[in-house]
């Protein structure tokens, strides 16, 4: 009997082996991957790489009248840090009962000798004119990236005299700091071809559009240098190869509104990138373009193979709403990221965060997404199996 035993359990040994290795290598290659969509229901993300850390800040993600983070090591797995901006600061100079609950949109975080700075847009409170859309840029600040940041001044930036979002910042090779910001759609009628091609249709009356500026940021972010230059606008005339894809949010008969927002700028090899999105943020047809120059405010070019992301829609994906991108690399700094959020048949109208590779190469812009199929780790990201 004794024997009997033994025997069963080698061949049980035998039999076991190939299905425990079998499963370890499933282990291994789980490990080795992630899938799009993230577990973050952020809009507007933007990633903040500081140290061996990566902290995730944008729109909603549970935060109230402010703005909450997320943290990681690897870009895939992320951690809730609760809410590290609140309205009701002591230089607070918002209104947390204006429409959009006072907009609280778009923070991003920029780490400048060891302190942390935060743009972001909200509704103004100052608002002698009962504006809808009275929104501004503001900046806060905090010694550490999950906060609590503060207004440094109980006013934004600076008020241009229409109303202002999504702020990105560029810190130049030459020591020179830009904001980058769009002006609402908000009161701002364009006349173009689009524009009478509505009106011909009997769909919208006027096309009102927003627009991205640049302007030089003091070096202290208390104000800017000179006068806003305007960057880049939806195309005026239909034979424009870029009217196509900046107009369907029009052409769809979905919204009576243009949209040029949510950029993010970059330098590489000399040469200015400017990245934005076009179309209704809350459709299906959110997009992102890019545009490139040799100066920092311009004149920028937009590129040929626009748009580099966009919905799959047509081509059997489950993806929408693709936009409002940042850039951030991988943990060794070999490989570049863009993150943006999107929404899936199954996220139904909630935006989630996706990230996916993209390269620059002889001034082109190649994004590899959106993908929703399992996608090697970030490169740097030790995994368990390498440890």
């Known amino acids: 009997m004794k024997y009997s035993l033994l025997f069963y359990l080698f061949l049980a040994g035998l039999f076991l082996q190939p299905a425990t290795a079998q499963t370890a290598k499933q282990a291994r290659t789980a490990q080795a991957t992630y899938t799009n969509p993230l577990d973050v229901q952020f809009g507007d993300p933007y990633v903040l790489r500081t140290g061996d850390m990566y902290y995730m800040y944008g729109t909603g993600g549970g935060a109230e009248k402010g703005f909450a983070a997320y943290s990681s090591k690897d870009l895939v797995n992320w951690k809730p840090e609760g809410q590290v901006y609140f309205h009701d600061n002591k230089n607070g100079w918002s209104d947390p009962n204006a429409g959009w609950g006072g907009a609280y949109w778009a923070p991003e975080v920029y780490e400048v000798d060891g302190k942390f700075y935060m743009f972001y847009s909200a509704q103004w409170k100052e608002n002698p004119t009962n504006e809808e859309e009275n929104f501004r840029i503001g900046v806060a600040v905090a010694d550490k990236p999950t906060g609590p940041f503060m207004d440094m001044a109980p006013e934004p930036v600076f008020d241009p005299g229409y109303p202002i979002i ?69 195309p005026v005339s239909l034979n424009d190869k870029q009217a196509e894809w900046e107009s369907r949010s029009v052409t769809a008969n979905e919204v009576n509104r243009r949209w040029t ?76 990221f863009i993150v943006y959020h999107a929404r899936t048949t199954e996220t139904g109208d ?8 993209m390269e620059v190469k002889n001034g082109k812009i190649t994004v590899f997404g959106p993908t929703t199929t399992p996608q090697k780790l970030p490169s740097g990201v030790r995994t368990d199996s390498k440890k």
């Open 261 to 336: 927002e949510g950029s993010v700028t970059f330098k590489k090899d000399g040469l200015y990138y400017i990245m934005y999105s076009a179309n209704y943020f809350g459709g299906q047809h959110y997009a992102v373009g890019y545009a490139t120059s040799d100066s920092p405010l311009g004149p920028f070019q937009k590129a040929a193979n626009n748009p580099v992301l966009q919905k799959n829609t047509a081509k059997g994906g489950t993806v929408t709403g693709t936009g409002h991108n940042s850039i951030t690399y991988s943990p060794d700094g070999k490989e570049m």
């Open 166 to 234: 999504d702020a990105n910042v560029f810190f130049d090779t030459d020591g020179k700091v830009y904001l980058y910001y769009s002006r609402a759609a908000y009161k701002h009628p364009v006349e173009s071809e689009i524009a009478d091609w509505a009106r011909n249709k009997g769909w919208f009356k006027e096309i009102e559009e927003s627009w991205v500026y640049g302007v030089e940021l003091k070096p202290d972010f208390s104000g800017v240098i000179g006068e806003p230059v305007l960057l880049l606008r939806p």
């Open 350 to 357: 909630e935006r989630v965060v996706f990230i996916d590779r």
